[in-house]
Every structure is written in structure tokens, then in C-alpha cells.
């Protein structure tokens, strides 16, 4: 299988002067592809004087928007992505092709503790997979992973779904077990980035819940909507229950909870089906 290796990078040259040697030497066949994401550094110069085709940004569109722009432009059958700051090995690429020869149709490098940026990061990623890991099912090891490898006609499916921001990572990931597309997790050493993250922990933290919330209500509005109406329905007959015992009535508050646990539930419904046709496949 032609392998396509995308690397989306803002400002890491010096990233990139780490990478790309190890990774034209380990695949050489490879194709390999810098998304220039508007960097106002030597980053297209760098990938340019290593040999590697370079898609360049007039401005910063956003780490999703270069993944979007290089899987479009990738000819492989196989896209493999990894990030341009020096955390991961091409060593490592290997693996992860391994498993999808194995049958899986992405595989992703899971980080270890260790390989967590900080104790914050580390610790609001742990939520992120386990609220992830509710909504699909399945265990997910490492939700915002960039370091994966997915067959190219089964990724492109989901391009119009991924944001131009962060985080691909999520979208992509939900929506491979969504479409019952089998997804494997590798266990990874990473280094320590070069330069700085253009991450804001506070920011991006507040946007990677909301994502994971949109993406949910696109994967399983139900899961949100159900508990949600559930709790508006308790609150409205206990509110009824105390209300009766104490005035001997049927409160407007107690219509009013019970009336949002139908038209929650009811929305959540019609949004079940609209995710069915969302993910349907024209064969």
C-alpha cells in the first residue's frame, strides 16, 4: 500500500529539522507532506530543503483545516499523521501499520502518563477519554492523540465533520466507532516537544469539552438527551410530590419540569435520526 505521511505544522522549523531526516531515511517511498499552516518562520524552507511536498497557507486556518488540506491532497492509501514538533519517532509508524494490516481501519499512538504535557493536561485528557469512552462504548485510550495511521477512503469520509481547529483527534476518532469502522490503540513513548504548544490550556480546554459534547450529540444524542430529560422528569414529580403534600395541588413548576422532560426527550429523538442520516453511506 502507497503511504502518504502528513505532518501539519505552524512555526516548527526547527521541529521539522528534527523529523524530517529520520522520517525520509525509515520511508523513502513514502510520500510526505507538510501542511504549512500561515508560519511566519523557515517552516516551508525547512520541509522544502528535505525533499517533501509542501502545501502552504496564506494564513493560519487551523490545525484541522491542515489536515483537511493534506488528506485531500494525499495520494496514498494509507495517511499517516503525526505532528512536526519533534514528539514523535517515524520508528514508531511501523506499528501502527501493522495494525491495520491486521484489519483495523485507523490505528492511533496512545500516550502514557508520561507522555502527557503536564499534570493539568494530563489529567483533563483522562476526562476527555472517559466521557468519550461512555458515549461510544468502546474503551478509548487516548481521544486527542495527533499520531495515527487510517485508511485514506475511510478518513475522507468524515473530512466535511472535522473542525478547522482542534481537535481532528476527537472528531475523527468518534466517528470511526460511530460508523462501526474498527479503530486499534498502540501504546507510545513521546519526547518533549520542540518550541512551544500552541495550545492555551484554559481556552482550548473549555473548546475541547464542547467538541466533545457537539460530537457526541452527532454520535449518540440520546445518551445526552435521555439523562437529561430523565432528570427533568424526577425533578418534576418530586417538585409534584411536594407540592401536593403540602398545598394539595398541581403546581405550574411541576408542569412546567415534566413538560421539558417530554420536549427534551422528544429532540432528542428527532436528533437520533438525524445522525442516521448523517452517517448513511450511498453505496
Known amino acids: 500500500m502507497r503511504i502518504s505521511i502528513i505532518l501539519p505544522a505552524k512555526n516548527e522549523a526547527n521541529g521539522l529539522r528534527q523529523t524530517l531526516p529520520g522520517l525520509r531515511a525509515a520511508y523513502p517511498e513514502a510520500e510526505v507532506i507538510v501542511v504549512d499552516d500561515g508560519s511566519t518562520d523557515d517552516t516551508a524552507a525547512v520541509a522544502t530543503e528535505h525533499g517533501v511536498r509542501v502545501l502552504s497557507s496564506p494564513y493560519s486556518m487551523g490545525n484541522g483545516a491542515a489536515i483537511k488540506r493534506g488528506a485531500r491532497a494525499a495520494s496514498g492509501e494509507v495517511l499517516v499523521f ?45 476526562l476527555y477519554n472517559r466521557l468519550a469512552s461512555w458515549m461510544t462504548g468502546h474503551r478509548i485510550a487516548d481521544l486527542t492523540s495527533g499520531f495515527r495511521a487510517v485508511r485514506a477512503e475511510r478518513f475522507r469520509e468524515f473530512l466535511h465533520l472535522l473542525p478547522n481547529g482542534f481537535s481532528y483527534p476527537t472528531t475523527s476518532t468518534m466517528a470511526f466507532f460511530r460508523s462501526a469502522y474498527p479503530v486499534a490503540y498502540v501504546p507510545i513513548d513521546v519526547a518533549r516537544r520542540i518550541g512551544r504548544s500552541h495550545i492555551r490550556p484554559l481556552r482550548d480546554g473549555a473548546r475541547f469539552l464542547i467538541i466533545i459534547f457537539r460530537i457526541a450529540t452527532l454520535y449518540s444524542p440520546l445518551k445526552l438527551f435521555a439523562p437529561t430529560a430523565l432528570g427533568f422528569g424526577v425533578l418534576g414529580v418530586l417538585y409534584y410530590a411536594w407540592s401536593f403534600a403540602k398545598y394539595g395541588r398541581f403546581t405550574n413548576m411541576s408542569a412546567l419540569l415534566i413538560s421539558a422532560a417530554v420536549v427534551v426527550f422528544l429532540i432528542g429523538l428527532v436528533s437520533e435520526q438525524i445522525t442516521a442520516l448523517t452517517y448513511r453511506r450511498d453505496d
Open 82 to 126: 503525526m505532528d512536526a514538533d519533534g514528539q514523535h519517532s517515524a520508528d514508531d509508524i511501523h506499528r501502527l501499520l501493522e495494525r491495520l494490516e491486521a484489519g483495523y481501519d485507523m490505528a492511533v499512538g496512545a500516550r502514557n502518563a508520561g507522555g502527557q504535557a503536564n499534570v493539568g493536561r494530563g489529567a483533563a485528557n483522562a
